[in-house]
C-alpha cells in the first residue's frame, strides 16, 4: 500500500512541475532570414545569386489600428547572407515586418521601386498560428546589381524565362 501511495505522489509531484515549466515559459521568437545579390535583376534567388555579407536589416512591428511602432530591431548579416533577430513577446495582434536598410556593396545596393516588388518580408510572430518551434523565417530579401551578370540569360533559360522575366 506504501507503494501505491509514494507512486501516485511521484505521479502528481512529476505532473505539477511539467506544467510549471509550461506556465513560466517565455515567448521567445527568433526571426532568422537572408538577403542576397539579385545577380539578374528578376526579383528572386536563381544559382547565381550571392548571400550579401554586411547587409542591415531591420524587423519593424506596427499596431493594426494606428500603425503605432511596437518593435523595431536591426541586424547585420553574416558570410552566408543570414541575420538573426531575437524578439521577447508575442506580436499576434501587430503586423510585422524585415525590411532591407542598406547593402555593403555599392555594385549590389539598389532597391526595386516596381509596383509588384516585394520590399519586405512579412512574418507571423507569436506562437498562436499554428508554428511549432520558436524560429520564424522570412522570405529572402535582395538588393539589385547595377548591372545584370553575363550569366544572367543562360540562368534565365535554364528557369524557362526570357531576359525580361516572362516565360519562354
Known sequence: MATKSSGIVLASALCFLSLLGFAYCADNLSVDGLVYCDNCRIQFMTRISEPLKGAKVKLECRDREGGTVTLSSEADTDELGRYHIPVEGDHEEEVCEVVLVNSPRDDCSEVSTDSHAKLSARISLTNNNGIAGPY?????????????????????????????????
Open 136 to 168: 520564424r523565417i522570412p522570405n529572402p530579401l535582395g538588393f539589385l546589381k547595377k548591372e545584370p551578370d553575363s550569366k544572367c540569360a543562360e540562368v534565365l533559360k535554364e528557369l524557362g524565362l526570357t531576359p525580361e522575366g516572362d516565360l519562354a
